[in-house]
């Protein structure tokens, strides 16, 4: 079984920065596109960034670009986020989760959540003004 466990999260001020991980359970971790989603009270589950398998692709929503990356330690069966310039409307529960799709080059269909099969419990991560 596949169990996601994510940390991290917290609240700072606009600007700061924050660094969310994700420890994955199992031996094929390697194997797996893994993702990040946020989700705001009322709204909809929202992509917020992927990564291959080897970590030799990554994919960003538009609104994350330039300011959050992905990253993974194989070795650790650890996904992170780092999040940089945060704002306010970053503000949301953040849910790591595995693609099961080995595939070397990430497209838009790694930011849908339908093709993930394991979610984790979810962090809180609240932005001040």
């Known amino acids: 079984q596949v169990q996601l466990v994510e940390s991290g999260g917290g609240l700072v001020q606009a600007g700061g920065s924050l660094r969310l991980s994700c420890a994955a359970s199992g031996r094929t971790f390697s194997v797996y596109t893994m993702g990040w989603f946020r989700q705001a009270p009322g709204k909809e589950r929202q992509f917020v960034a992927a990564?291959?398998?080897?970590?030799?692709?990554?994919y960003y929503a538009d609104s994350v670009k330039g300011r959050f990356t992905i990253s993974r330690d194989n070795v650790k069966n650890t996904v992170y986020l780092q999040m940089n310039r945060l704002k306010p409307e970053d503000t949301a529960v953040y849910y790591c989760?595995?693609?099961?799709?080995?595939?070397?080059?990430?497209?838009?269909?790694?930011?849908?959540?339908?093709?993930?099969?394991?979610w984790g419990q979810g962090t809180q991560v609240t932005v001040s003004s």
């Open positions: 989760a595995r693609r099961p799709w080995g595939g070397s080059v990430l497209s838009e269909r790694s930011a849908v959540p339908g093709q993930y099969d394991y």
């Open positions: 990564i291959s398998g080897n970590g030799g692709s990554t």
